[in-house]
């Protein structure tokens, strides 16, 4: 199995794993139906060796000794798998406000507020639930996207601050730019002009309607790996890929904020539900 990626979040290091599609290659029949090799977006630079796998396990912890530690534990407790590729990341400032979970990505922006903030809506917009058309086995389960996203800092911040809260649609710490605050939703529909918020900004691109807002859950992380190569694991979770992650990436076709960013990197995974269900579905003979 190929994937792994590292991330510092919780108190304990916790392991969570998501299956590719080639995972199921030899059983089609029991691969969730959205299910694919990620693809390769406008502007998108995919390094194949860095993108898919058949497994990624995601670990997390709030001490980089203990992440390390398991991972060389898991790795060596599976003689057979091999690390296709693997990133390290963490979460500054990070934190929990209005029940929203916050960190400030490499960009200095306050990133989170669009999640929502109880655990019902959490699972409205990320558990596949039954009559989905998914196998028995996946309901409970979720669909999650990694990308990793590489950013030119080195450029964005010869920007003023004013222009880059224009490209974005917010100020730095979350206030939007008609004044609404953070964890509020503006009405774009009140300037239809983008007077206020520009019509080709990153939050109004990605969600339009901010009072009905996209099916998924984000969670991302920030990464450095020296030599200007830093940026954003972006991570979300849906129950549906193509009315989650993938309408929104299409909408952001021609964003303002496209050219100080690359994606390089990532996959499309299925989260199984909780319990061992879904392995027994899987591997029996």
């Known amino acids: 199995m190929k994937g792994i990626v590292q991330a510092r979040a919780a108190r304990r290091v916790s392991v969570t794993v998501g299956l590719g599609s080639s995972f199921f290659s030899e059983v089609h029949a029991l691969r969730p139906r959205h299910l694919k090799p990620m693809p390769s977006f406008s502007g998108d630079l995919l390094d194949e060796a860095q993108t898919h796998g058949d497994a990624l396990v995601y670990l997390e912890s709030d001490s980089a000794a203990d992440l390390e530690h398991a991972a060389r534990r898991l790795l060596s407790l599976m003689p057979s798998w091999r690390q296709r590729w693997r990133i390290g990341g963490f979460r500054k ?25 109880n655990e019902r809506e959490i699972d409205d917009r990320a558990v596949v639930v039954q009559g ?25 911040d010869r920007d003023s601050v004013d222009e880059q809260e224009r490209i974005i649609g917010r100020r730095r710490e979350g206030r939007w730019l008609d004044g609404t605050p953070g964890e509020e939703q503006p009405n774009f529909a009140a300037d239809p002009h983008g007077k206020a918020t520009p019509l080709d900004s990153h939050v109004r691109l990605a969600a339009p309607d901010r009072r009905n807002p996209p099916p998924m859950v984000r969670r991302s992380y920030s990464y450095d790996r020296g030599d200007g190569d830093s940026g954003l694991i972006f991570s979300c979770f849906q129950r549906d890929l193509v009315q989650g992650f993938e309408a929104v990436q299409r909408r952001l076709e021609g964003e303002s904020l496209a050219k100080y960013v690359l994606t390089t990197g990532g996959g499309y995974f299925f989260v199984p539900p909780p319990g061992d269900g879904w392995a027994e ?4 003979p």
């Open 281 to 284: 579905a899987l591997l029996r």
């Open 132 to 156: 989905q058309g998914e196998p028995v086995w996946a309901e409970g389960g979720s669909y999650q996207v990694i990308r990793v996203v590489r950013f030119a800092t080195d450029l964005w």
């Open 93 to 117: 400032e990070n934190r929990t406000q209005g029940g929203k979970w916050l960190a400030r990505n490499p960009f200095h922006f306050t990133e989170g507020f669009g999640n929502p903030d």
